[in-house]
């Protein structure tokens, strides 16, 4: 079993959706919790992270952190043709300082978004 | 900032033959990682170097892959000989370390490589 699970997709989705993405995880040291997106033949960028339990919201972007059921998830709200990429979640155990944050990552979901 | 630069972007090999992916990371990061990504397996680290110096090489498939960072500007990664299933993206990543707590790694465009 990966330490990481991401449906793959694909997902397709109308302008303006609301686009729900997730991952779960069996590593219950995972303590960063990081969505990266990723265009097309270009590298992955960080759109957002959170520490711990909770919401963070950025704009159109919210992630949610549920460590008690080891589960994480991405909303984009009112979504536009620019956000289609692949979205991959990526987990740390440590960070910071001296030492390093190894991160493992999902498999990568594929979205769509049409206008 | 010119970002993670990778050479080449693309390439295109026969089996057997030697391949060297090469990088240089943002400046003042000490910290480099490669990535491998298929399909199949999703991204996976290969190996990591901080401060240059080889930290977790777990992630290398075989004694075939190695990779090195003379310095802080500059890696390689080196496959010798290569093998169709290499075939993949390979992205190099470099972060600074004590940066609000979480280091935010910045890959490069990735180089394409294809093993025929």
């Known amino acids: 079993q990966k330490e990481v699970e991401q449906d793959p997709g694909p997902l397709s989705v109308p302008e303006g959706a609301i686009v729900s993405l997730n991952c779960t995880y069996s590593?219950?040291?995972?303590?960063?919790f990081m969505w990266y997106r990723q265009y097309s033949r270009k590298g992955p960028e960080l759109l957002m992270y959170?520490?711990?339990?909770g919401n963070k919201e950025d704009g159109r972007f919210t992630a949610q952190v549920d460590k008690s059921s080891k589960y994480i998830s991405l909303f984009i709200r009112d979504s536009q043709p620019s956000d289609s990429a692949t979205y991959l979640c990526?987990?740390?155990?440590?960070?910071?300082?001296?030492?390093?944050?190894?991160?493992?990552f999902g498999q990568g979901t594929i979205l769509t978004v049409h206008p | 900032d010119a970002g993670v630069i990778q050479s080449p972007r693309h390439e295109v090999t026969e089996m057997g033959q030697e391949v060297t992916l090469r990088c240089k990371p943002i400046?003042?990061?000490?910290?480099l990682f490669w990535y491998r990504q298929t399909m199949m397996r999703g991204l996976e680290l290969l190996i990591y170097?901080?401060?240059?110096?080889?930290?977790?090489d777990s992630g290398m498939p075989e004694d075939r892959f190695s990779a090195k960072m003379p310095n802080a500007s500059f890696s390689t990664l080196k496959i010798q000989p290569s093998e169709p299933r290499d075939s993949a993206v390979y992205f190099c990543?470099?972060?600074?370390?004590?940066?609000?707590?979480?280091?935010?790694?910045?890959f490069g465009p990735g180089t394409r490589l294809l093993v025929l």
């Open positions: 170097f901080n401060n240059n110096v080889p930290i977790d």
């Open positions: 990543a470099s972060s600074s370390s004590g940066l609000a707590g979480v280091e935010t790694q910045y």
């Open positions: 590593n219950s040291a995972f303590q960063y």
């Open positions: 400046s003042g990061h000490n910290s």
């Open positions: 959170t520490y711990s339990s």
């Open positions: 990526a987990m740390s155990a440590r960070a910071g300082g001296t030492s390093y944050g190894k991160l493992t």
